[in-house]
């Protein structure tokens, strides 16, 4: 691979990387954060809330930065620094607030870290899209989601033995500090002038009138659904059937995280290798197949080792199913908009996040997890109905145009 092809896979990685270091805080270890310094569950559902609204308002962060050249350094680039430098700021400050004390202002600096890192997550996508020819947009998502998840597996390792073993403050700061590492990589970017086709237009939001747009957007809203919704099953079914452990449990989630990793250079391949339509159909068939294993694993006499097989299993199919459809819907963007049009996009698939969390919940109480498991399962098949909107005959995805 050629040095610079490498930076800018680098480059995308290692801001899926910070993302991920983050995310996988949150997931791990902020909910035992607060309820340690005595905040209770309602307050902790509403610091939750409050801090994911700059995930649902990305779409006017991509609006800004597909219009307005920041200070003359580009699009994307000034906005990618300012959301990490943001970032970066919050997790210094945060240890000196006490959020038993201070709510408010523990939920305000939650929110501005949330907003700085929606802001080059949005510009970040807006990039990869400016700068990555087509028939490599899947090798590209795969770096991203792989570094994502490599920073979410680093961040739930690590920080729980930080706050363990040395104190809260040193995890805030060493998440500050993984903050930098992207840096290097944005600053040696240069920018060029948007072409007169790829320049901000209202009227490329007329894409949306197009039916096989609002279907890839509902193509990633059921995926999502099916693989989110289930994914927060995983630990609860394996405690209820085999009785992990806790460490068990985290050790667990390492091995899907690996899974997940896998999972990237799977989807990449088959967005490379093979045409978008046979990715498509090959990542629902990964995704049902898992589920289906995993909700009859326990009718086998082996237990726990065969439960981590099928959750590195499991992992793959969720790291393929993430690459392909972000890969599908980077087909679907009109180049003027890009940032805007992809954070819609993917507005979608945060709803469908959403759908399957609750859903998943509900389920599991009144059929239990196996046939939850099943039913998300059974679930990912209404994907295919929407197929033929988004293929012709050579099994090419159409464009926004």
Not at 184 to 195: C, D, G, I, N, T
Not at 198 to 209: H, L, P
Not at 336 to 362: E, V
Not at 374 to 393: H, T, Y
Request: hydrophobic residues 55%; proline residues 3%.
């Amino acid at each position: 691979m050629p040095r610079n092809k490498l930076t800018h896979y680098l480059l995308f990685g290692s801001l899926y990387f910070t993302q991920g270091t983050i995310l996988g805080y949150f997931a791990s270890l902020n909910a035992l954060y607060l309820l340690e310094r005595g905040l209770s569950m309602t307050d902790i559902g509403i610091f939750g809330a409050i801090a994911l609204i700059p995930f649902i308002i990305k779409i006017f962060l991509g609006m800004l930065s597909d219009r307005v050249n920041l200070l003359g350094m580009g699009h994307r680039k000034p906005y990618i620094l300012i959301g990490l430098a943001v970032q970066i700021l919050c997790l210094v400050v945060v240890p000196f607030v006490n959020p038993k004390t201070a709510y408010w202002g523990f939920v305000g600096i939650a929110f501005m870290l949330q907003l700085g890192m929606a802001l080059y997550d949005t510009c970040t996508d807006g990039l990869a899209l400016d700068t990555t020819p087509l028939a490599e947009q899947g090798k590209i998502q795969g770096f991203m989601v792989g570094g994502r998840a490599i920073g979410t597996i680093a961040a739930a390792s690590m920080v729980g033995l930080l706050a363990e073993n040395v104190s809260w403050n040193a995890v805030f700061w060493v998440l500050a500090v993984l903050t930098l590492l992207p840096l290097p990589l944005v600053l040696r970017l240069k920018e060029s002038e948007r072409p007169a086709e790829k320049r901000f237009e209202w009227k490329a939001f007329r894409a949306f009138k197009n039916w096989p747009v609002i279907a890839v957007g509902l193509v990633g809203l059921i995926i999502f659904m099916v693989i989110v919704g289930a994914n927060q099953l995983v630990n609860p079914f394996l405690e209820q059937t085999l009785g992990i452990s806790l460490s068990q449990a985290g050790f667990i989630t390492s091995i899907w995280g690996i899974g997940v990793v896998l999972g990237s250079v799977v989807g990449s391949w088959l967005m490379s290798h093979l045409d978008a339509k046979k990715a498509t159909l090959t990542i629902l068939a990964m995704v049902s197949v898992s589920l289906i294993l995993l909700a009859f694993m326990v009718l086998t006499s082996l237990g726990l080792p065969v439960a981590i097989l099928l959750v590195v299993l499991y992992g793959l199919a969720y790291g393929s199913a993430q690459t392909v459809t972000f890969a599908l819907c980077m087909r679907f963007v009109d180049q003027r908009i890009a940032a805007s049009m992809f954070a819609i996009l993917m507005a979608f698939t945060n709803i469908g996040q959403g759908i399957g969390l609750g859903l998943g919940g509900a389920l599991s109480d009144a059929i239990t997890f196996r046939w939850t498991f099943v039913a998300f399962a059974a679930l990912n098949l209404l994907v295919l109905p929407f197929l033929p909107s988004l293929f012709r005959r050579r099994g090419v995805a159409v464009s926004a145009e």
